[in-house]
Nanobody
Framework: EVHLVESGGGLVQPGGSLRLSCAAS????????MSWVRQAPGKGPEWVSA????????YYANSVKGRFTISRDNANNTMYLQMNSLEPEDTAVYYC????????????????WGQGTQVTVFS
């Protein structure tokens, strides 16, 4: 069965760093584009970052550009999000998601989701 398991969240002071991991199983990880999505308390989901299946193209929301780095290790079915210079506004539950996409039609859906990991940045 499909599993996506996030880890690495925690409590950190502003300016600090965390590295999130997403361990995947039960599907062909290397065939899927992947994303990180976060949801802060009382707010809707916010797309954070994405990486293509081969790991050679990355994308970032303006709110995290220059501070976060997405990467993946297809040999180990794992995706990462390195978060530096963390701000209180980064406080949220962070989810990894596998993207089911047909880019020729400019369509995509999040096919698989993890359970999320909490990131809290002290203000």
């Amino acid at each position: 069965e499909v599993h996506l398991v996030e880890s690495g969240g925690g409590l950190v002071q502003p300016g600090g760093s965390l590295r999130l991991s997403c361990a995947a199983s039960g599907f062909t990880f290397g065939s899927y584009d992947m994303s990180w999505v976060r949801q802060a308390p009382g707010k809707g989901p916010e797309w954070v970052s994405a990486i293509n299946s081969g790991g050679n193209s990355t994308y970032y929301a303006n709110s995290v550009k220059g501070r976060f780095t997405i990467s993946r290790d297809n040999a180990n079915n794992t995706m990462y999000l390195q978060m530096n210079s963390l701000e209180p506004e980064d406080t949220a539950v962070y989810y990894c998601a596998a993207v089911d996409a047909d880019w020729s039609r400019k369509e995509y859906e999040y096919k698989y989701w993890g359970q999320g990991t909490q990131v809290t940045v002290f203000s």
